[in-house]
Nanobody
Framework: QVQLQESGPGLVKPSQTLSLTCTVS??????????WSWIRQPPGKGLEYIAY???????DYNPSLKSRASISRDTSRNQFTLQLESVTPEDTAVYYC???????????????WGQGTQVTVSS
């Protein structure tokens, strides 16, 4: 059974770059036809799709975050990462990594999730 585990700093200062890593076990991130996503939930709000990277390395982004977000992978470590530049307090959220079998911006289509990691943007 696949397991996903997010890691990264819990506190980031405004204007800095947020970096998160998702470590995957139980499945290969290059196995067909899986899609690996970052999703977040700000306090009191719904789930927001950020980006995905496919088994082949294809990437997709939420248009509202595309200018600041970057998703990549390290196949040797079976990890994928998110970088979010120029963060503001509005980027405060619980960040999740997730696995799905279709490439989609709908968070509800992802089947397996990490436990989530709280990220707070504050000086």
């Amino acid at each position: 059974q696949v397991q996903l585990q997010e890691s990264g700093p819990g506190l980031v200062k405004p204007s800095q770059t947020l970096s998160l890593t998702c470590t995957v076990s139980g499945d290969s991130i290059t196995a067909k036809y899986y899609y690996w996503s970052w999703i977040r939930q700000p306090p009191g709000k719904g789930l927001e799709y950020i980006a995905y990277i496919s088994y082949s390395g294809h990437t997709d982004y939420n248009p509202s975050l595309k200018s600041r977000a970057s998703i990549s992978r390290d196949t040797s470590r079976n990890q994928f990462t998110l970088q979010l530049e120029s963060v503001t307090p509005e980027d405060t959220a619980v960040y999740y990594c997730a696995k799905g079998t279709i490439g989609t911006s709908d968070p509800n289509e992802y089947d397996d999730w990490g436990q989530g990691t709280q990220v707070t943007v504050s000086s």
